[in-house]
C-alpha cells in the first residue's frame, strides 16, 4: 500500500497514539464521532487511520456510506487493545501518582446540557488551585475512563456499571414540562394531556428519543404539534424561554425571575428523575485534582441538593 505523505513507519516505530485513535474509530463507527471524543479534527483522525494502515500494510476498516467497519484484520487488533489501552490508561495514573499535586492538566468530559452546571465549580477550583489547567470535552458519547481520554466523566441517568470505575452520585435532577409567560399570555396553559395538541412543542430529536421521561412526552403530543426538535437539550431551554412553546426543563434551570410556568401535567416520577454522577477510573483514587473537582462540585451543587 502506497504512503502518499511520505510518512509510513515500521511497525516497532507505530506510535500507540495511532492504535488509539484506531480503537476510538472502531467503538465510535465514524471519524467524525471519533474525532469528537478525541478532541481534534476529522481530517486528522483520517491521516492517522490511513498512516497506520500503511504502516501495517493492512485494511483495518471498511469504508461504508453508514460508517467504518472493521475489516477481519481490524477485528483480530480491537480483540486486545481494550486490555492494552487499560495498561496505559494504568501506567498513567501510577505515573501521576508518583507527582501527585493540584497542578497540571484536568481532563473532563459530560453533556453538552450539563456545561452550565459545572463551569462555576471549574472556576472555583481554578482560583484555589491556580496551577491547574482544565481540558473539557462535550459529547452525548459515554466515554470509558480506562482508555485514558478522560480523568472524569460527568454521566446523567442510571449508575454507571463497571467494576474498574468509582460512581459518586452528585445529586437528582428533576424533569418537568415548561413553557414561558410570554407564550402562556398568547396561547394559554394546558391543563391537561388532551389539551396537548392545540399547543406548540418543543422537543429532542432522534438522538434522545429512547429517554424515558422524552418518549413518554412524544407519545402524547402528535407530530404535528412539534414546532422545533434538536439534539441539545440547552437548545430547547432557549426556545422555552423565548415563548416559542412547551418542552422538557431540569426544575434546577427554573428560576423564578425567569418567567418560567411548569404545567400542571407531572411526569410520572418513576421516569422524571435522574442522577448526575461523578466518574472516574479506579486508579485515580486519592488523586488530588480530581478530589479537588469532585469537592467544588458538591459545594456548587449543594443548593440544588438542598
Not at 57 to 74: C, E, P, T, V, W
Not at 111 to 117: F, K, R
Not at 245 to 255: E, P, R, V, Y
Request: hydrophobic content about 40%; aromatic content about 8%.
Amino acid at each position: 500500500m502506497a504512503d502518499t505523505e511520505g510518512l509510513a513507519l515500521s511497525r516497532r516505530e507505530i506510535s500507540w497514539d495511532l492504535y488509539r485513535v484506531a480503537y476510538q474509530v472502531a467503538v465510535s463507527g465514524s471519524l467524525n464521532k471519533a474525532a469528537r471524543v478525541l478532541g481534534t479534527s476529522h481530517a486528522t483522525v483520517l491521516r492517522d487511520i490511513n498512516r497506520l494502515e500503511d504502516s501495517l500494510n493492512i485494511k483495518l476498516f471498511l469504508r461504508h456510506q453508514r460508517g467504518y467497519q472493521l475489516s477481519d484484520a481490524g477485528r483480530v487488533l480491537m480483540q486486545g487493545l481494550p486490555d492494552i489501552q487499560q495498561m496505559f490508561s494504568q501506567l498513567d495514573s501510577q505515573m501521576e501518582a508518583v507527582t501527585n499535586a493540584a497542578s497540571g492538566k484536568l481532563k473532563i468530559t459530560c453533556l453538552p446540557d450539563h456545561v452550565s452546571l459545572i463551569t462555576p465549580a471549574i472556576k472555583k477550583m481554578r482560583e484555589r488551585y491556580p496551577g491547574m489547567t482544565i481540558r473539557l470535552l462535550t459529547t452525548d458519547e459515554i466515554i470509558s475512563p480506562a482508555i485514558g481520554i478522560t480523568h472524569v466523566s460527568l454521566r446523567a441517568g442510571n449508575e454507571p456499571p463497571g467494576s474498574d470505575i468509582i460512581a459518586r452520585r452528585l445529586f437528582d435532577f428533576k424533569m418537568g414540562l415548561y413553557c414561558h409567560e410570554d407564550y402562556i399570555a398568547e396561547r394559554g396553559l394546558p391543563q391537561t394531556v388532551d389539551e396537548f395538541a392545540e399547543h406548540d412543542w418543543l422537543l429532542p430529536s432522534s438522538e434522545k428519543q429512547h429517554i424515558p421521561f422524552v418518549k413518554h412526552v412524544l407519545d402524547r403530543v402528535p407530530a404535528q404539534s412539534i414546532v422545533m426538535q434538536s439534539n441539545h437539550f440547552s437548545d430547547l431551554d432557549w426556545a422555552i424561554r423565548a415563548g416559542m412553546g412547551i418542552g422538557l426543563m431540569s426544575a434546577f434551570k427554573n428560576k423564578p425571575k425567569d418567567g418560567l410556568v411548569e404545567l400542571p401535567y407531572k411526569l410520572p416520577a418513576s421516569i422524571c428523575t435522574d442522577g448526575l454522577w461523578f466518574v472516574y477510573h479506579r486508579n485515580y483514587i486519592g488523586n488530588i485534582k480530581i478530589k479537588a473537582l469532585q469537592e467544588c462540585l458538591e459545594e456548587c451543587l449543594q443548593p440544588l441538593v438542598d
